[in-house]
Protein backbone atom coordinates (compact mmCIF):
# COMPACT_ATOMS: atom_id res chain seq x y z
CA UNK A 1 0.00 0.00 0.00
CA UNK A 2 2.79 1.99 1.13
CA UNK A 3 4.23 1.31 -2.51
CA UNK A 4 1.34 2.48 -4.24
CA UNK A 5 0.90 5.71 -2.51
CA UNK A 6 4.45 6.91 -3.01
CA UNK A 7 4.11 5.71 -6.55
CA UNK A 8 0.77 8.29 -6.93
CA UNK A 9 2.38 10.76 -5.06
CA UNK A 10 5.36 10.65 -7.38
CA UNK A 11 3.48 10.35 -10.69
CA UNK A 12 1.56 13.81 -9.05
CA UNK A 13 4.71 15.76 -8.58
CA UNK A 14 5.66 14.20 -11.99
CA UNK A 15 2.54 16.27 -13.74
CA UNK A 16 2.68 19.04 -11.46
CA UNK A 17 6.14 19.55 -13.25
CA UNK A 18 5.14 18.59 -17.02
CA UNK A 19 2.76 21.11 -16.66
CA UNK A 20 4.91 23.40 -14.97
CA UNK A 21 6.79 23.25 -18.07
CA UNK A 22 4.71 23.54 -20.74
CA UNK A 23 3.06 26.81 -19.18
CA UNK A 24 7.16 27.97 -18.95
CA UNK A 25 7.65 26.96 -22.51
CA UNK A 26 4.32 28.99 -23.30
CA UNK A 27 5.46 32.48 -21.70
CA UNK A 28 8.99 31.89 -23.52
CA UNK A 29 7.14 31.11 -26.69
CA UNK A 30 4.88 34.09 -26.06
CA UNK A 31 7.60 37.12 -25.41
CA UNK A 32 9.41 35.46 -28.40
CA UNK A 33 6.59 35.96 -30.63
CA UNK A 34 6.75 39.17 -29.26
CA UNK A 35 10.32 40.40 -30.25
CA UNK A 36 9.31 38.39 -33.17
CA UNK A 37 6.74 40.42 -34.03
CA UNK A 38 7.94 44.02 -33.19
CA UNK A 39 10.76 42.90 -35.65
CA UNK A 40 8.74 42.34 -38.17
CA UNK A 41 6.17 44.64 -38.08
CA UNK A 42 7.30 47.40 -36.15
CA UNK A 43 6.14 48.46 -32.90
CA UNK A 44 3.47 51.21 -32.19
CA UNK A 45 4.75 54.40 -30.76
CA UNK A 46 1.77 55.83 -29.76
CA UNK A 47 3.04 55.93 -25.98
CA UNK A 48 5.95 55.30 -23.81
CA UNK A 49 3.99 52.23 -22.57
CA UNK A 50 4.11 50.45 -26.29
CA UNK A 51 7.75 50.47 -25.74
CA UNK A 52 8.16 49.02 -22.34
CA UNK A 53 6.07 46.57 -23.29
CA UNK A 54 8.64 44.92 -25.51
CA UNK A 55 10.93 42.07 -23.81
CA UNK A 56 14.42 43.36 -24.25
CA UNK A 57 17.62 43.98 -22.27
CA UNK A 58 19.37 47.06 -22.04
CA UNK A 59 23.34 47.08 -22.85
CA UNK A 60 24.50 48.69 -19.78
CA UNK A 61 22.98 47.99 -16.08
CA UNK A 62 21.59 50.43 -13.56
CA UNK A 63 21.79 53.57 -15.77
CA UNK A 64 19.49 56.58 -15.92
CA UNK A 65 16.83 56.35 -18.18
CA UNK A 66 17.92 58.68 -21.42
CA UNK A 67 21.44 58.10 -21.02
CA UNK A 68 23.36 57.02 -23.39
CA UNK A 69 27.42 57.57 -22.51
CA UNK A 70 27.38 53.83 -20.95
CA UNK A 71 27.33 52.27 -24.24
CA UNK A 72 30.71 52.22 -26.02
CA UNK A 73 30.51 50.43 -29.40
CA UNK A 74 33.14 47.84 -30.39
CA UNK A 75 34.40 46.78 -33.77
CA UNK A 76 33.17 43.27 -34.80
CA UNK A 77 35.27 40.74 -36.38
CA UNK A 78 32.80 39.19 -38.70
CA UNK A 79 35.24 36.86 -40.29
CA UNK A 80 35.78 35.16 -36.44
CA UNK A 81 32.32 34.36 -35.71
CA UNK A 82 31.14 31.22 -35.51
CA UNK A 83 27.62 31.18 -37.34
CA UNK A 84 27.00 27.87 -36.10
CA UNK A 85 25.52 29.28 -33.12
CA UNK A 86 23.09 32.52 -32.77
CA UNK A 87 24.64 35.52 -33.10
CA UNK A 88 24.54 37.00 -29.37
CA UNK A 89 22.64 40.24 -29.00
CA UNK A 90 25.48 42.43 -27.92
CA UNK A 91 27.51 41.90 -31.18
CA UNK A 92 24.45 42.28 -33.31
CA UNK A 93 24.02 46.01 -31.42
CA UNK A 94 27.69 46.57 -32.24
CA UNK A 95 27.02 45.94 -35.63
CA UNK A 96 24.48 48.42 -35.98
CA UNK A 97 25.99 52.35 -36.96
CA UNK A 98 26.23 54.80 -34.24
CA UNK A 99 25.02 57.07 -36.78
CA UNK A 100 23.61 57.00 -40.44
CA UNK A 101 22.09 59.36 -42.92
CA UNK A 102 22.84 62.52 -40.30
CA UNK A 103 21.23 60.87 -37.85
CA UNK A 104 22.54 60.21 -34.30
CA UNK A 105 21.52 57.26 -32.17
CA UNK A 106 19.41 59.30 -29.09
CA UNK A 107 18.61 56.54 -27.01
CA UNK A 108 20.30 53.43 -25.60
CA UNK A 109 20.56 50.23 -27.47
CA UNK A 110 18.23 47.73 -26.96
CA UNK A 111 18.74 43.53 -27.37
CA UNK A 112 17.82 40.34 -26.58
CA UNK A 113 18.56 36.71 -27.14
CA UNK A 114 15.89 33.78 -27.22
CA UNK A 115 16.57 29.74 -27.33
CA UNK A 116 14.54 26.86 -27.38
CA UNK A 117 15.36 23.57 -28.91
CA UNK A 118 16.33 23.39 -32.17
CA UNK A 119 15.86 27.11 -32.83
CA UNK A 120 17.27 30.48 -31.79
CA UNK A 121 16.55 34.04 -31.74
CA UNK A 122 18.52 36.95 -30.96
CA UNK A 123 17.59 40.75 -31.83
CA UNK A 124 19.34 44.47 -31.41
CA UNK A 125 17.84 47.74 -32.08
CA UNK A 126 19.10 51.51 -31.56
CA UNK A 127 17.06 54.47 -31.92
CA UNK A 128 18.31 57.54 -33.88
CA UNK A 129 17.17 61.52 -33.80
CA UNK A 130 17.89 64.31 -36.31
CA UNK A 131 16.56 67.50 -35.51
CA UNK A 132 12.21 66.25 -34.36
CA UNK A 133 12.96 63.21 -36.95
CA UNK A 134 13.03 60.03 -35.82
CA UNK A 135 14.76 56.45 -37.00
CA UNK A 136 14.91 52.95 -35.80
CA UNK A 137 17.41 50.26 -36.72
CA UNK A 138 16.80 46.77 -36.00
CA UNK A 139 19.00 43.45 -36.60
CA UNK A 140 17.82 40.14 -35.92
CA UNK A 141 19.49 36.60 -36.20
CA UNK A 142 16.75 34.21 -36.86
CA UNK A 143 18.84 30.31 -36.53
CA UNK A 144 17.06 27.14 -36.56
CA UNK A 145 13.87 28.97 -37.60
CA UNK A 146 14.58 29.65 -40.95
CA UNK A 147 11.35 28.00 -41.86
CA UNK A 148 9.03 30.48 -39.94
CA UNK A 149 11.03 33.59 -41.63
CA UNK A 150 11.04 32.40 -44.72
CA UNK A 151 6.98 32.90 -44.71
CA UNK A 152 7.81 36.32 -44.50
CA UNK A 153 9.80 37.04 -47.05
CA UNK A 154 8.40 37.98 -50.56
CA UNK A 155 8.68 37.35 -53.83
CA UNK A 156 9.11 39.71 -56.72
CA UNK A 157 6.49 42.09 -56.32
CA UNK A 158 5.37 45.20 -56.96
CA UNK A 159 2.13 47.06 -55.71
CA UNK A 160 1.26 50.97 -55.63
CA UNK A 161 -1.99 53.06 -54.69
CA UNK A 162 -2.91 57.01 -54.17
CA UNK A 163 -2.15 55.88 -50.55
CA UNK A 164 1.40 54.91 -50.60
CA UNK A 165 3.63 51.78 -52.28
CA UNK A 166 5.25 48.61 -51.36
CA UNK A 167 7.57 46.99 -53.89
CA UNK A 168 10.70 44.16 -53.57
CA UNK A 169 14.25 45.56 -53.41
CA UNK A 170 17.69 44.73 -53.12
CA UNK A 171 20.60 46.51 -51.20
CA UNK A 172 24.54 45.27 -51.26
CA UNK A 173 22.98 42.46 -53.18
CA UNK A 174 20.43 41.59 -50.86
CA UNK A 175 16.66 40.83 -51.30
CA UNK A 176 14.34 42.46 -48.99
CA UNK A 177 11.15 44.82 -49.60
CA UNK A 178 10.35 48.65 -49.15
CA UNK A 179 6.77 49.87 -48.10
CA UNK A 180 6.05 53.72 -48.21
CA UNK A 181 3.06 55.63 -47.10
CA UNK A 182 1.97 58.92 -48.59
CA UNK A 183 0.24 60.57 -45.75
CA UNK A 184 3.68 61.03 -43.76
CA UNK A 185 6.03 60.09 -46.07
CA UNK A 186 6.59 57.06 -43.76
CA UNK A 187 9.07 54.11 -44.71
CA UNK A 188 9.95 50.52 -43.87
CA UNK A 189 12.76 48.67 -45.66
CA UNK A 190 13.31 44.92 -44.65
CA UNK A 191 16.56 43.17 -45.88
CA UNK A 192 16.83 39.32 -45.44
CA UNK A 193 20.05 37.60 -45.71
CA UNK A 194 19.72 33.25 -46.28
CA UNK A 195 16.85 33.69 -44.63
CA UNK A 196 18.43 33.74 -41.31
CA UNK A 197 19.59 37.22 -40.82
CA UNK A 198 17.31 40.47 -41.29
CA UNK A 199 17.59 44.38 -41.03
CA UNK A 200 14.43 46.63 -40.53
CA UNK A 201 14.72 50.45 -40.93
CA UNK A 202 11.85 52.29 -39.82
CA UNK A 203 11.10 56.57 -40.27
CA UNK A 204 8.89 59.11 -40.81
CA UNK A 205 8.94 62.19 -43.27
CA UNK A 206 11.81 60.13 -45.00
CA UNK A 207 12.39 58.57 -48.51
CA UNK A 208 13.30 55.64 -49.96
CA UNK A 209 17.03 56.67 -50.64
CA UNK A 210 17.47 58.02 -47.07
CA UNK A 211 16.17 54.56 -45.75
CA UNK A 212 18.27 52.51 -48.56
CA UNK A 213 21.26 54.55 -47.09
CA UNK A 214 20.81 53.62 -43.98
CA UNK A 215 20.22 49.96 -44.20
CA UNK A 216 23.37 49.95 -46.55
CA UNK A 217 25.44 51.32 -42.95
CA UNK A 218 23.93 48.12 -41.19
CA UNK A 219 26.63 46.38 -43.72
CA UNK A 220 24.65 43.14 -43.58
CA UNK A 221 26.63 42.09 -46.47
CA UNK A 222 29.60 41.41 -44.35
CA UNK A 223 28.11 37.92 -43.26
CA UNK A 224 27.62 36.97 -46.70
CA UNK A 225 31.10 34.96 -46.91
CA UNK A 226 30.83 33.11 -43.57
CA UNK A 227 27.35 32.05 -44.33
CA UNK A 228 28.77 30.63 -47.49
CA UNK A 229 31.94 28.68 -45.61
Known amino acids: MKKFVLILLLGVIALRNADAQIEIKKKAEK ?12 KKKNNEDNRSSTPSTEYGSDNIEGTIDDYTP ?16 RILIDM ?9 RSEKPQGAGYTTQGASFSTASK ?23 SAHSAQQFEYESTEGYAKSIEVDGIP ?16 YLAARFYTTVQAENTSESE ?19
Open 176 to 191: GWVNFDYSDNSGTLFL
Open 127 to 149: TYSKGDREMSITLNDYLGAEYMA
Open 74 to 89: SEVDIESLDLSRRVDF
Open 96 to 104: LPEQTQGFV
Open 211 to 229: LRGAVSDVKLFRLQSNLAE
Open 31 to 42: KANQVIDNFLFG
